[in-house]
């Protein structure tokens, strides 16, 4: 059973940093593409960043670019995602998401599994 479990989130000030988790389970990690999306109250959700299965392509939204950095442990099966500089706008539910493809982009059709999400608040 594919699982895919985000931790990380909470409420820190403007400025501020956290970092992501995302822990893979019931498929072949190495040979998967992660991607991190979000979705604040009202809005349609928007990729963030996204890692390829060969590390070889890296992607960012440019509302995170130079803020966020992507990363992955193969040998521990989780991706994360450093959030820096972190704005109030950066405020909303976070998800990791897995798909087989090679270069699936920032586009969340292309992604077969979704983690439950977690909240990221950027408030003073």
């Known amino acids: 059973q594919v699982q895919l479990v985000e931790s990380g989130g909470g409420l820190v000030q403007p400025g501020g940093s956290l970092r992501l988790s995302c822990a893979a389970s019931?498929?072949?990690?190495?040979?998967?593409?992660v991607g991190w999306f979000r979705q604040a109250p009202g809005k349609e959700r928007e990729g963030v960043s996204a890692?390829?299965?060969?590390?070889?392509?890296?992607y960012y939204a440019d509302s995170v670019k130079g803020r966020f950095t992507i990363s992955r442990d193969n040998a521990k099966n989780t991706v994360y995602l450093q959030m820096n500089s972190l704005k109030p706008e950066d405020t909303a539910v976070y998800y990791c998401?897995?798909?087989?493809?090679?270069?699936?982009?920032?586009?969340?059709?292309?992604?077969?599994?979704w983690g439950q999400g977690t909240q990221v608040t950027v408030s003073s």
């Open positions: 998401a897995a798909t087989e493809a090679f270069s699936p982009g920032l586009l969340s059709p292309n992604y077969n599994y």
């Open positions: 019931g498929f072949t990690f190495r040979y998967a593409s």
């Open positions: 890692i390829s299965r060969t590390n070889v392509r890296i």
